[in-house]
């Protein structure tokens, strides 16, 4: 997903905190730093350079994107063997990244773009589904800094697999939850939701419809209020906990992980079905409510209603090493589920 994806973080401190704020950032695991460099600290410091007329190979340069110009002068410096460009916009800054991944893709120059904000980090690492190679965070934040790392680090341990399907059964009645998002989900995508917060299952979203509903691409009928949910910064939710203003992390087969909003959660009473499924030793559960619009994914992004669900196929899920939960955070701990 985000492998080989840098985080590079250019203090915006006063001159006598540099070093602690530093130091902070390296403890967190940053590794390379827009500035001065600072005696005594063990890190990779870059001071990139304005564009030259000429001599561009070997160097790492900084541009802020204006206008087209500015665009015209980027792709000269990569195509004439700059090593990497920092692209700071000051307006646009999905567009003129778009245009820069097209056109220097294969130059072998490697582009960063500036964010200050994790929130700005997410949409710049997925441009044009190959993003940029890494992001200079110019930031005062440490806690910033943190939020970023722990964003790649969740979206690239995402490990969807294919599990069987060991067991389709009626479950009685209970609490589902619909989570509606402020976005437009596409085919294959969904959210990562199960009984166990190593085993989460990929619930597509409603964007097929029926013959007797209309499609609704923004909501996914995730499963019951037990549930666990993954969330963009690494932790999980109960289904029950989340609420309009939440972030969810949705998932596909294909695509780099992004993140939605909640725009509303919807609770109602309905029949449920349990599905049970394996990845070796590792067995996990989801229970979601029985009907035909709710759908898991398959092999081959194969979108598989759970009423036609049965033993023997195979659905996608996230299986990762089991931990214990504290609070929603990954603790290391003794942990068994059922």
């Not at 409510?289 to 036609?308: C, D, F, M, R, S």
Request: with cysteine; charged share 25%; net charge negative.
């Amino acid at each position: 997903m985000f492998e080989g994806k840098e985080v590079i973080v250019e203090p915006n401190v006063n001159e006598s905190d540099i070093s602690s704020f530093i130091g902070g950032a390296i403890t967190l695991g940053v590794k390379k730093f827009v500035c001065e460099p600072v005696e005594g600290v063990d890190a990779e410091f870059i001071q990139p350079v304005d564009i030259p007329e000429k001599n561009v190979g070997g160097l790492v340069v900084r541009k802020k994107i204006v206008d087209k110009a500015d665009l015209e002068e980027v792709i000269y410096a990569a195509r004439s063997g700059a090593k990497a460009v920092l692209v700071e916009a000051s307006d646009w800054k999905i567009i003129p990244l778009e245009n820069l991944i097209a056109e220097i893709q294969s130059s072998g120059c490697k582009i960063y773009a500036y964010a200050s904000s994790p929130t700005e980090v997410r949409p710049l690492l997925g441009v044009l589904d190959r993003g940029a190679d890494g992001v200079v965070l110019k930031t005062s934040s440490l806690d910033a800094v943190k939020q970023t790392l722990d964003y790649l680090k969740v979206v690239a341990s995402v490990n969807l697999v294919a599990v069987d399907v060991l067991e389709v059964r009626e479950a009685g009645m209970g609490e589902r939850v619909c989570v509606d998002t402020s976005s437009m989900l596409c085919l294959g995508e969904g959210l990562l939701v199960g009984s166990r917060s190593n085993f989460l299952f990929l619930v597509h979203n409603e964007s097929l419809g029926s013959k007797f509903t209309s499609p609704r691409p923004f909501r996914v009928n995730a499963g019951s209020v037990s549930s666990y949910i993954l969330t963009p910064n690494g932790k999980t939710k109960y289904l029950s906990e989340l609420e309009a203003g939440d972030e969810v992390l949705v998932v596909s087969a294909k695509d780099v992980p992004k993140v939605a909003t909640v725009g509303r959660v919807k609770i109602e009473r309905r029949p449920l079905i349990l599905v049970k499924a394996a990845f070796g030793e590792e067995v996990g559960s989801i229970l979601l409510q029985n009907a035909e619009t709710i759908a898991l994914v398959g092999e081959g992004e194969k979108i598989i209603p759970v009423t036609e669900v049965k033993r023997g196929d195979r659905i996608l899920a996230n299986v990762v090493e089991a931990k214990g939960r504290h609070f929603g955070s990954a603790v290391d701990e003794y942990i068994l589920e059922k």
